[in-house]
Each structure stands twice: as structure tokens, then as C-alpha cells.
């Protein structure tokens, strides 16, 4: 185990899907008992340092958070830099969507002895936060500028769902965000203006502290109502 914030412990698993696909998971533990279990879900750029912070930020808040490398399906380890979009997109694009679910019913499982489980994702993983809330038994899910989700919009939710989006995402248009929004009715949906895709990153240049401050106070106030 390695010391990350404080109090906070990380280590590797190694998880099985329903279908015997064995795949990695990077886990921080917070350092009393966790409040719950979050699943911590990656950009197409692989569960890369930043990734790794995300989850441990939740450890520090409590949570029993897990990132699952789900791209280990194609290829184990991937970790990309921010200028790789066209690796990340092709490595996605080699995904099927069914396999991706039953890798998220097992990291469900290897966090629900803390109870309640949620997710939260961001660029492909906020698509497949909305994924989770699908087909997975997580109790609230949380999408950051998911767009991959317009592939199964005619699922629904088992779950309450909150999707941020940035207004000034050229990957993610108005009329993108109007056709999640009437697909995903009574689910709560926030459009921050001066925010642009991937603008809760901080390693990346479409970075923007107001609104990632703002979507992060509003993402931990949903998960305190759904998650306890």
C-alpha cells in the first residue's frame, strides 16, 4: 500500500468479470470507515495519474473509491497523455458496450461491503457513469460531458442521475445536451457557461476552477442525499 492525501491508502486489484475477463483496478481507501462505494470512471485516456487523484480526492471525503482500467479489454495498462485524443478514441471505439458493463458490475461488487455504491465519470466515463446507472445496481451516478450515451438513450436509469456539461464543448453541442436532457426526464442536468469539454481537469487546458468547483460542491451534495 502507498500513502496518497492523508490517512488515505491506494493498492491495485485485480477484478473478474462475469464472463471471466480478468482486468485492474486502482483503489483508495479512506482512512476510517468508508461511507460508501464510488466508482471512479476514466477519460479515454486510461486510468492515468490525474484519474488516480480523482479517486483518492473521494477517499479523502471518505468514500471507498475504485477506478477501473476498462480499457484493459484491448489492451492492460493504457495510460495516455492529453494530446492522444485519436489513441484514446480508437481504443474506445474497440469496446463493446456489454463487455464494458460487466466489468462495471464487478467493480460494483469488489466496493458494495462499504454499501450503498455510486459513480461518477468524466468525458467517456461520464457517458459510462450513465452506463452504471443503466445496467448496474449503483444507487446515484454522476456524468461529467458524457457523450457516449447517446447510444443507449432509449435505457433508462435505474438510479437519479446528474450530468454536467460545459456550454462551450465543442464535442458536446446544445442540441447533444437537449437530446440527453429530454431523454433522461427528472434527472438533474447542469450547463455551466464558461465551461468548455473536459473543464474539470486540471491537466488539461480547457481546465476552468470556477465551474469544476462548482459541478465538484454540487456532485458531492447529490452523493450525501442518494449515497448517505
Not at 1 to 11: K, L, N, Y
Not at 110 to 124: E, H, P
Request: proline share 6%; glycine share 10%.
Amino acid at each position: 500500500m502507498t500513502s496518497a492525501a492523508p490517512g488515505v491508502t491506494t493498492r491495485t486489484l485485480t477484478l473478474q468479470a462475469a464472463d471471466g475477463h480478468e482486468f485492474g483496478a486502482y483503489v483508495a481507501t479512506p482512512p476510517g470507515a468508508p461511507r460508501a462505494g464510488l466508482l471512479v470512471l476514466q477519460e479515454i485516456f486510461g486510468v492515468n495519474a490525474h484519474i488516480r487523484r480523482v479517486a483518492e480526492g473521494y477517499a479523502a471525503r471518505d468514500y471507498l473509491a475504485i477506478a477501473p482500467a476498462l480499457f484493459d479489454r484491448v489492451r492492460p495498462g493504457i495510460e495516455l497523455g492529453y494530446d492522444a485524443v485519436e489513441q484514446g478514441r480508437d481504443l474506445m471505439l474497440k469496446l463493446a458496450i456489454d463487455d464494458v458493463a460487466a466489468d462495471l458490475r464487478a467493480a460494483v461488487a469488489a466496493v458494495g461491503t462499504a454499501g450503498r455504491v455510486g459513480a461518477v465519470g468524466y468525458c467517456w466515463g461520464g457517458a459510462i457513469a450513465d452506463l452504471a446507472a443503466c445496467r448496474t445496481s449503483v444507487a446515484a451516478a454522476v456524468s461529467y460531458y458524457g457523450r457516449a450515451n447517446v447510444a443507449w438513450l432509449h435505457e433508462q436509469p435505474r438510479c437519479p442521475v446528474l450530468y454536467h456539461f460545459g456550454a462551450l464543448d465543442p464535442l458536446i453541442p446544445p442540441e447533444v445536451v437537449s437530446q440527453i436532457t429530454a431523454a433522461r426526464p427528472g434527472h438533474a442536468v447542469h450547463v455551466y457557461e464558461q465551461a468548455g469539454h473536459g473543464f474539470n481537469c486540471d491537466e488539461r487546458p480547457e481546465y476552468h476552477a470556477p465551474s469544476a468547483a462548482l459541478a465538484l460542491q454540487r456532485t458531492l451534495a447529490f452523493f450525501d442525499q442518494h449515497l448517505g
